[in-house]
């Protein structure tokens, strides 16, 4: 594959350039290849199905990144999982994926009930595993393999598995190289935790272009004093993260030029992207670009883009989403499947080398939604959008249920699905509530159960504490209201126009 023998070349030529920092560590290119290898060779002696997932247990270390390598290496594709995400979560992942083993990269110990599949520790596999002997390339995931699997929220309280392909993340990584200012042996700041697919947006074109991958912890984040310590030393040249991410740091006035001089580029995925952050970054960093783009998990990141100039702030109060990269196209159709007129608002499918195959062993769920589109691979992406004259997108939200929260989509109705699973809930619902065109959060509407309960902040504390054991903490709703009866339609589902109507009055 032609980004694994990238990396090759690099850690051949330039063995000592760093490929990776970490708040407790850091890797040259040398010691990534070197010791994925080992990992390569630890999993080919275990004689593993060819195909079947390693599902890589970890938060930000180099350990992940040479285990994702490693596992490719071996001819088996990765499933990335944030120690953040609860443990049942991880179990529902590894028995849906049917994974062959687990490589628990991080430093805490995975404790699950019975668990169906091994768990190896990073450490002892590079304790008991030394290779002389390079990993044969024949071994290597190639073409319409797997490289890996990303699971993302679904509707029946079950998590889906995004197979991404070889040709898939090579599409995707060779766009991002030829049309964005990102060569040259950078240095990428990498703020989403694997399991989010954003990252693959910093980690594959850093490494497929010699440069380096600066990590933001979950522990910076919650510590601002900490993260501006780090972004200071982090001589950072492309960001990449969500556009609330940013945001979060603009509230802090040294948040400038000043802290990070050699900034040049901006990468924006995974939300809308307001246009009063954008003038506020032109401002402050004057001397970066800063390009606006859109992606599902399903077409491997991201299949459009734009440069955001002062004149396009200037032209567009709601900023497009850009034009689709060269060997995609973006078709808009009405509900019945028909062509829509530019201008008119119609949902997207993506059609291109670097739409996935569909979800892991969900036949059903796959095709309905993929499909194949004069030869090429399709998928319907469930957002609404709408082209104008000059061939620019503009995303106009989602024709279903499925939203993105700070950069994490989600399904409402798994959300809905598990708080309706409470001893203390008769029934539920979820909205996103709006603020200037953006979701600020999700707020739970619930019919109580009797509960002991004398207050309801008592109520929702136990409810949160229940959800915080079966979804990740992004998923949970900010603000719970409690009600005797929720609207219905004549066919026995919730209204949600009049419960939007009665909850946000």
Same mark, same amino acid.
């Given at each position: 594959?032609? /980004?694994? &023998?990238?990396?090759?070349?690099?850690?051949?030529?330039?063995?000592?350039?760093?490929?990776?920092?970490?708040?407790?560590?850091?890797?040259?290119?040398?010691? /990534?290849?070197?010791? !994925?290898?080992?990992?390569?060779?630890?999993?080919?002696?275990?004689?593993?199905?060819?195909?079947?997932?390693?599902?890589?247990?970890?938060?930000?270390?180099?350990?992940?990144?040479?285990?994702?390598?490693?596992?490719?290496?071996?001819?088996?594709?990765?499933?990335?999982?944030?120690?953040?995400?609860?443990?049942?979560?991880?179990?529902?992942?590894?028995?849906?994926?049917?994974?062959?083993?687990?490589?628990?990269?991080?430093?805490?110990?995975?404790?699950?009930?019975?668990?169906?599949?091994?768990?190896?520790?990073?450490?002892?596999?590079?304790?008991?595993?030394?290779?002389?002997?390079?990993?044969?390339?024949?071994?290597?995931?190639?073409?319409?393999?797997?490289?890996?699997?990303?699971?993302?929220? +679904? !509707?029946?309280?079950?998590?889906?598995?995004?197979?991404?392909?070889?040709?898939?993340?090579?599409?995707?990584?060779?766009?991002?190289?030829?049309?964005?200012?990102?060569?040259?042996?950078?240095?990428? #700041?990498?703020?989403?935790?694997?399991?989010?697919? #954003?990252?693959?947006?910093?980690?594959?074109?850093?490494?497929?272009?010699?440069?380096? @991958?600066?990590?933001?912890?979950?522990?910076?984040?919650?510590?601002?004093?900490?993260?501006?310590?780090?972004?200071?030393?982090?001589?950072?040249?492309?960001?990449?993260? *969500?556009?609330?991410?940013?945001? %979060?740091?603009?509230?802090?006035?040294?948040?400038?030029? &000043?802290? /990070?001089?050699?900034?040049?580029?901006?990468?924006?995925?995974?939300?809308?992207?307001?246009?009063?952050?954008?003038?506020?970054?032109?401002?402050?960093?004057?001397?970066?670009? @800063?390009?606006?783009?859109?992606?599902? *998990?399903?077409?491997?990141?991201?299949?459009?883009?734009? &440069?955001?100039?002062?004149? @396009?702030?200037?032209?567009?109060?709601?900023?497009?989403?850009?034009?689709?990269?060269?060997?995609?196209?973006? /078709?808009?159709?009405?509900?019945?499947?028909?062509?829509?007129?530019?201008?008119?608002?119609?949902?997207?499918?993506?059609?291109?080398?670097?739409?996935?195959? +569909?979800?892991?062993?969900?036949?059903?769920?796959?095709?309905?939604?993929?499909?194949?589109?004069?030869?090429?691979?399709?998928?319907?992406?469930?957002?609404?959008?709408?082209?104008?004259?000059?061939? #620019?997108?503009?995303?106009?939200?989602?024709?279903?249920?499925?939203?993105?929260?700070?950069?994490?989509?989600?399904?409402?109705?798994?959300?809905?699905?598990?708080?309706?699973?409470?001893?203390?809930?008769?029934?539920?619902?979820?909205?996103?509530?709006?603020?200037?065109?953006?979701?600020?959060?999700?707020?739970?509407?619930?019919?109580?159960?009797?509960?002991?309960?004398?207050?309801?902040?008592?109520?929702?504390?136990?409810?949160?504490?229940?959800?915080?054991?079966?979804?990740? !903490?992004? %998923?949970?709703?900010?603000?719970? !209201?409690?009600?005797?009866?929720?609207?219905?339609?004549?066919?026995?589902? %919730?209204?949600?126009?009049?419960?939007?109507?009665?909850?946000?009055?």
């Amino acid at each position: 594959m032609k /980004l694994l &023998e990238t990396i090759r070349n690099t850690a051949v030529t330039l063995p000592e350039t760093l490929a990776y920092i970490s708040p407790s560590e850091e890797i040259t290119y040398g010691e /990534l290849w070197r010791k !994925s290898e080992q990992i390569a060779a630890y999993l080919l002696k275990q004689n593993n199905e060819r195909h079947l997932p390693v599902l890589v247990y970890g938060h930000m270390d180099a350990s992940m990144i040479t285990s994702f390598l490693g596992c490719v290496k071996a001819g088996l594709p990765y499933i990335p999982v944030d120690t953040s995400i609860p443990i049942e979560r991880v179990i529902k992942i590894i028995n849906s994926s049917q994974a062959g083993m687990v490589i628990n990269a991080s430093r805490q110990e995975m404790v699950m009930d019975n668990p169906t599949v091994s768990v190896v520790n990073y450490d002892k596999i590079m304790e008991n595993q030394v290779t002389e002997v390079p990993i044969d390339p024949s071994n290597w995931v190639y073409g319409e393999e797997n490289f890996y699997i990303i699971y993302t929220s +679904g !509707s029946t309280g079950n998590p889906k598995g995004v197979q991404i392909s070889a040709k898939n993340l090579q599409s995707f990584v060779d766009w991002m190289v030829k049309d964005f200012p990102i060569t040259g042996n950078l240095r990428f #700041l990498n703020q989403a935790p694997y399991s989010f697919d #954003l990252s693959v947006m910093d980690l594959y074109p850093a490494l497929a272009t010699g440069g380096t @991958i600066f990590a933001i912890t979950k522990e910076m984040i919650e510590r601002p004093k900490l993260l501006f310590e780090a972004l200071e030393k982090s001589k950072t040249q492309v960001w990449t993260s *969500t556009p609330s991410f940013v945001q %979060m740091c603009l509230m802090d006035p040294t948040f400038t030029q &000043e802290l /990070l001089p050699e900034l040049s580029v901006f990468l924006f995925c995974g939300e809308i992207l307001p246009v009063a952050i954008c003038l506020q970054l032109i401002d402050r960093f004057p001397k970066a670009k @800063i390009f606006n783009t859109y992606g599902p *998990t399903e077409a491997t990141v991201a299949v459009t883009s734009i &440069e955001v100039t002062a004149e @396009i702030l200037a032209t567009y109060q709601n900023l497009p989403i850009g034009k689709p990269k060269g060997d995609t196209r973006i /078709l808009f159709v009405d509900e019945n499947g028909l062509a829509v007129q530019p201008g008119e608002k119609g949902e997207m499918i993506i059609v291109g080398p670097s739409v996935s195959k +569909g979800y892991l062993g969900q036949q059903s769920l796959t095709e309905k939604t993929f499909f194949h589109y004069e030869g090429e691979q399709a998928y319907r992406t469930g957002d609404a959008a709408y082209i104008n004259q000059e061939g #620019l997108i503009f995303y106009k939200g989602r024709i279903d249920f499925q939203i993105k929260l700070h950069g994490y989509r989600m399904e409402l109705e798994e959300i809905e699905y598990h708080i309706s699973n409470s001893k203390y809930v008769k029934s539920a619902a979820v909205v996103p509530v709006y603020q200037n065109d953006k979701i600020d959060y999700l707020l739970a509407a619930i019919i109580p159960c009797n509960h002991e309960f004398e207050k309801e902040y008592q109520l929702t504390s136990a409810i949160k504490k229940e959800l915080s054991e079966v979804i990740p !903490s992004y %998923m949970i709703p900010r603000k719970f !209201s409690y009600y005797e009866e929720l609207p219905m339609t004549p066919n026995g589902k %919730m209204d949600r126009k009049k419960f939007r109507e009665m909850v946000l009055q």
